[in-house]
């Protein structure tokens, strides 16, 4: 599995992470961890910074020092941690933007997956949670969106478009349609949750200086939406 190094230097690594890979595993094998590990020669750490799906694309930031990571956890504490998803969710949107701010549960029904409940109500493992959301181009089927997550909860973005009412396209654990039929009859497939980490943008661990990493959108997430929003 080819990976694309969008920065490296002694405190950061930076990747493009296709689908079909976790970020991390229990014993760092089989995972973006190792393959960042192979291009990086001899690094003093290879921490994720945050941790996309295995159906997720996108940018993923690697700390190689205990400075990095410090002023990284640091960066989230100031809201200078700032990652823009590309989406393609489930119907029209009421809105052109907004916030989604349910809190994530652990699902009683599949430890694996995650669940948004109403304030005040009780969960496993209760987390506050809340992102942000801007429509950039919308159709009966299926819009095309920007999310903004707040937070940094498993399956967040995922578990709180399906609450929303627009589970992402291919989403199939939480909601959504592999398969899209158009109003002319034609089927459109989506193999994964159509989910983009489309950019991340941090101040370096050293200077301060504001850092954007950008990976543009992958080839079967522009096709998905091409077909969705392009007249039969």
Do not use: N
Not at 37 to 55: F, N, Q, V
């Amino acid at each position: 599995m080819q990976l694309t190094v969008l920065h490296r230097d002694d405190d950061l690594f930076v990747v493009e992470k296709p689908a079909g890979i976790a970020t991390t595993s229990p014993d760092g094998k089989r995972c973006l961890v190792e393959l960042a590990s192979r291009l990086s020669p001899h690094p003093k750490l290879m921490h994720a910074t945050s941790r996309l799906d295995i159906g997720v694309t996108g940018v993923v930031v690697f700390a190689r020092s205990e400075r990095a990571i410090a002023a990284i956890l640091r960066a989230r504490e100031e809201k200078k941690y700032l990652r823009r998803y590309l989406a393609i969710a489930s119907g029209s949107f009421e809105a052109s933007e907004g916030r989604w701010s349910w809190p994530i549960a652990i699902d009683p029904k599949d430890k694996t997956h995650r669940v948004a409940l109403e304030a005040g109500e009780k969960g496993e493992r209760l987390q506050q949670a809340s992102s942000r959301f801007e429509v950039v181009q919308s159709s009966a089927r299926a819009s095309r969106v920007w999310l903004f997550p707040e937070t940094g909860r498993t399956h967040q973005l995922r578990v709180h478009a399906a609450r929303a009412g627009h589970p992402l396209v291919g989403d199939v654990d939480y909601g959504g349609l592999k398969r899209v039929v158009l109003g002319d009859g034609r089927v459109v497939t989506a193999k994964r949750p159509m989910l983009h980490c489309e950019s991340v943008q941090i101040p370096h661990p050293v200077t301060g200086e504001p850092m954007r990493f950008v990976a543009r959108a992958p080839d079967d997430l522009e096709a998905v939406w091409t077909s969705i929003h392009t007249p039969g």
